[in-house]
């Protein structure tokens, strides 16, 4: 998974032998392998991780695309659900969110086909029409019928849009808020005020700002409109997505330095306790290779401490959604 430093190879080594010499005794060969396991670093540790934002989607006629923006959407390459299964077998990773990838419209069949699939690795969210009246009873449906978590909306599409606060829409909250459902928003800066009033009123309905809250770094001066997420810290039921550097980024170029000081400021605005981490896509669709998503973090985001990490790839996680066999955090 990651590039082999001189502690990881020479412990590595030094196992390797052990477990092969006859020149040791047994009783110090097992103290020796004893100390190389303790002396390993803590990167090498098993540890949790869990995306908590993968969209996945196939070229199969049976699940159509009805994009609600682009109808005659034509799409070349699939990201089926089985290519994801064997990515999270390669890099350790124990659970997803599947989220669905628009590309469908309002129908969530092959996210549902995907869950019950391989109900053990993941939860999912589906879309939801946000201006159809109908919408608490669509939620309710895509809960009840077919074990879905959450829904993800996306008034980033529509920048005027003021349906996320609109008395109209308090019985979707007071619905969301009986079924324990979890929202992502992929939202704009001058769209967090809305986000705010909803999440004070609606206290138990659980949400995720998708990708950092999309800070506009072709601006003169970002941090006026990515500063309004920062109201959103008061809420312990909101979270921010640490994920998608590639996208926020205007150098385009990894490791993305541009991006570093807005994952920083979210993360000593909001704590360790309000960041999940996600990527996006799984091969051959994905934008960043795993191994590299990873490293983001692990090497390039140095102001996270060690426990951060842990709580951002998979411990707060735990808080969020209900995986099978997990333990609540």
Known sequence: MFQENDDVGHHGRLRRWLGRTTLVPAMLRRSFLSLAAAALPAAAQPRLIIDTHLEVWTLDPKFPFQHPERPNLKVDVAAPIENQVACMKKFGIRYAVLINPRYY???????????????????????????????????????????????????????QSTWLNSKEHYSLWREAEKLGAVFNFYILPHQMPMLEDMAGRFPGVKIVVDHAGKPDLKLPDPWPEFKKMFRLKKFPQVWISNSEPYEMSELKKYPYPDTWPFYRAIYEEFGEDQLVW????????????????????????????????????????????????????
Request: charged letters at 25%; proline letters at 11%; aromatic letters at 16%.
């Open 278 to 329: 996600g990527t996006g896509y799984p091969p051959p669709r994905w934008e960043l290779p795993m191994d590299k998503e990873l490293e983001f973090v692990d090497r390039w985001c140095r102001f996270y401490t060690p426990e951060a990490r842990r709580k951002l790839l998979g411990g707060n996680a735990l808080r969020i959604w209900k995986f099978r066999g997990a333990e609540p955090a």
């Open 105 to 159: 419209g309002w129908d969530n069949s092959y996210i549902s086909y995907a869950l019950h699939r391989y109900p053990d690795r993941f939860v999912a969210h589906g879309l939801l029409n946000p201006l159809d009246p109908r919408a608490p009873e669509r939620l309710r449906y895509w809960v009840t019928e077919h074990g879905f978590q959450g829904m993800r909306f996306s008034p980033i599409y529509h920048p």
